[in-house]
């Protein structure tokens, strides 16, 4: 059973209040939830349900207002931004909507890039990059910059750069939002291979109900709160929060 | 992230905006380069005024004099009221004694006695009068001397002189009262002198040393009792050596003639016998002494940091005791002000060039937004980012002040070849101090004006960068 094992994130009673003028926008009302290793989550919901914000809750990138954030046993909630940036260099990879690949590095340096801030030396961390690239399928890209690439290939280099640092949690912000549907098909089946091989946990932001139901776990997110939880490794069971 | 890793990254940040990099650059080199050039030239006429003391006479000398009571004598018997602290009852004059005295003070290298007199030289038309003085020979050795004909003086025996480089340009026509020296004189071109047709090596040269008498025979004085008064004695003195130089070129004696102390006591002696010789003190009843006093005393110190020391000494011997070390101090004080007020005008293109780098980070940091909240995100530390835009501040600031020192250098040798007729050793001098100083002043600078825009991209939000557009 899943609930067994030791989850990876857990999120216990999670609020994001935002200003706005004189009226309280509550981003996240109260979440709770649990991750656990090797699984691959999505989470769903609509433009401004809370959904991005959640997961920039998870990666570090925004404090909550109230409630708890516990990752890899660590919370996040009681760090400054030096031990988050840590936090997120030891164990977070990120992949991104728009890539956000280097313009000035070709693939392999972008791939290689998290490795230089761990202070790993420059041929292990291009050996690594090397890999890493095999592995996304882009062997014959090395070297090419991003603008030399399409949206899907600097996609593969986006995976591989989350990857290459093997992180305990990967954060996927819309992934395919800006490919086109045969593509994105592509990169989200790559993406769940490389998870089931390696056994890392993924966390996916998505607005795409067909996106989301490539996870194993689909947490429907709707004016900040977990509505509906879908588990498609028993189907058919159906939970609500 | 290793420092390798960080300054290569900055590197290729730089290299990414080439021609911004370069504009930036060009201010940094502008503000260095005027900075050192402008001090170069403080510093450069700080040493030639250091030259200048030298040529007067040196740094390590201190020139002693009589005081004799109240007043003291110089060599023609010009009076100078001199230090109201010291006793004015009872005249302090320079013997033997109060040579070995003076040579016994620490430090002291060498102490001479110096006997100075003024002399008529002739030959045929020429005439010159000139100032003599007689020194140790020891002293004369140790003064750097350059000989270009013949040497130094012998100790004791017969007189001889030796010639300055310069005695020949004060000679005069007898007949014409003109001095071809002066009259041919052009600054700007100094191969045109002429001097007077001397020759002070081997044509015999005559001497006159009772030159009041002389000069009154000439003028049809008379004596106390109405007589007239007959031209003194001319004396035949053989020279022993030329110094060298052009007739031009001013030095320490150039001017002077020198000779063997002894041997001029002696012939003074024998020339004013029963009578004052001129410059020497008189008794109460205008009588003269025995013995022969000196107008003055040449002491070499060994170390320019002793002179004021030793020369406190001499003056609580009872003595006048000078030395350049009062000039140097002023021109050191003066020199400073300078190189203050012509830094100044340096440092304010290095602040400009400071400011263009601080606006350069800031557009830089304005277009990397994005980019610097990847690198966030992806676990790049808060302190490399600032480090990361520190150093290529501090290379723009470095790259800046290396040229700008080549520049320098170029401009200060045009300076140089421009004002080498003025001065000869040149106006601008950059020591190497100045190259260093230079150059971690540019980089300090640099960062300085990349903090504030380093800390701006320190701490911005990593959301930026996945913020979707």
């Known amino acids: 059973m899943a609930q067994e094992r030791e989850p990876v994130i857990q999120v216990k009673n999670l609020y994001k209040i935002y200003r706005v003028g004189q009226n309280k926008v509550r981003a996240l009302n109260g979440v709770n939830l649990k991750i656990y290793k090797g699984e691959f989550c999505s989470i769903v919901g609509t433009s401004g349900s809370g959904k991005s914000t959640m997961l920039n809750m998870l990666a570090g990138l925004e404090k909550p207002t109230k409630g708890e954030i516990i990752v890899g046993g660590e919370h996040l909630e009681r760090m400054n931004e030096n031990q988050l940036v840590r936090f997120r260099r030891e164990h977070v990879g990120f992949i991104f909507q728009s890539f956000n690949l280097l313009g000035t590095m070709n693939a392999k340096e972008n791939v290689a890039l998290p490795l230089t801030f761990r202070g790993v030396s420059k041929k292990v961390r291009m050996d690594k990059a090397d890999k890493m690239l095999d592995l996304v399928g882009l062997p014959k890209h090395k070297t090419h910059r991003p603008n030399e690439m399409s949206g899907g290939q600097q996609q593969r280099v986006g995976v591989a750069r989350a990857l290459v640092v093997d992180p305990e949690i990967i954060f996927a912000d819309e992934p395919t939002g800006n490919l086109d549907s045969n593509t994105s098909a592509e990169v989200m089946e790559l993406m769940k291979k490389i998870v089931r091989e390696q056994n890392q946990t993924l966390v996916m932001v998505t607005h795409d109900n067909h996106l989301a139901s490539f996870a194993d776990r689909i947490f429907h997110i709707i004016d900040g709160k977990i509505v509906k939880i879908e588990d498609n490794r028993k189907n058919g069971e159906v939970r609500t929060s | ?469």
Request: proline share 4%; hydrophobic share 45%.
């Open chain 2, 1 to 469: 992230m290793s420092v390798q890793d960080l300054l290569k990254m900055s590197l290729s940040s730089l290299w990414r905006r080439k021609l911004r990099t370069v504009l930036t650059i060009l201010g940094v080199i502008i503000g260095t380069a005027s900075i050192v050039v402008m001090i170069s030239l403080g510093l450069g006429l700080k040493k030639a005024s250091m030259d200048q003391i030298e040529q007067y006479g040196g740094l390590t000398t201190i020139t002693v004099y009589a005081n004799e009571g109240g007043y003291m004598y110089y060599g023609g018997g010009v009076a100078v009221s001199s230090d109201s602290e010291s006793d004015s009852s009872e005249p302090v004059r320079i013997d033997d004694a109060a040579i070995e005295q003076f040579s016994k003070i620490e430090h002291v290298e060498v102490a001479s006695p110096v006997l100075s007199t003024w002399i008529l030289l002739k030959q045929g038309v020429w005439e010159n009068s000139a100032s003599l003085r007689g020194m140790s020979r020891e002293a004369l050795e140790k003064m750097d001397i350059k000989v270009a004909e013949g040497s130094l003086p012998e100790e004791g025996g017969e007189l001889q002189f030796f010639y300055g480089n310069a005695v020949i340009t004060e000679f005069y026509n007898s007949k014409t009262g003109e001095n071809p020296f002066y009259n041919s004189y052009d600054w700007e071109n100094p191969e045109t002198i002429q001097t007077a047709d001397v020759d002070l090596m081997n044509t015999p040269m005559f001497v006159i040393f009772d030159t009041d008498a002389y000069y009154n025979s000439q003028y049809g004085g008379t004596d106390e009792n109405g007589a007239p008064i007959p031209a003194p004695k001319k004396y035949m003195v053989p020279a022993c050596g030329l110094m060298a130089g052009s007739p031009a070129e001013w030095g320490e004696n150039a001017n002077s003639i020198l000779c063997d102390v002894e041997a001029l006591k002696a012939q003074l002696k024998k020339i004013f016998k029963g009578k004052a010789i001129p410059g020497q003190p008189t008794n109460k009843s205008g009588k003269p002494y025995k013995e022969i006093y000196y107008n003055q005393a040449y002491i070499r110190v060994d170390d320019m940091n002793y002179v004021t020391e030793v020369q406190d000494q001499i003056k609580a011997l009872g003595f006048q005791a000078e030395s350049n070390v009062e000039w140097m101090n002023q021109v050191q004080e003066q020199s400073k002000s300078i190189q203050a007020a012509l830094g100044g005008i340096g440092a304010v293109s290095l602040f400009v060039a400071a400011i263009g780098i601080a606006n350069t980070m800031m557009m830089s940091i304005y277009e990397r937004t994005k980019e610097i909240g990847v690198i966030k995100v992806l676990g790049c530390d808060m302190s490399a980012i600032r480090n990361m835009f520190l150093a290529e501040a501090g290379f723009i600031g470095l790259i800046g002040g290396a040229v700008g020192l080549m520049l320098s250098f170029g401009i200060s040798a045009v300076i140089n070849v421009v004002a080498s007729k003025t001065y000869a050793s040149g106006i601008s001098y950059i020591p190497a101090y100045l190259v260093m100083m230079a150059l971690v002043f540019a980089v300090i600078i640099g960062m300085l004006a990349g903090l504030f825009p380093a800390l701006r991209a320190m701490r911005l939000s990593p959301l930026a960068a996945i913020r979707n557009e």
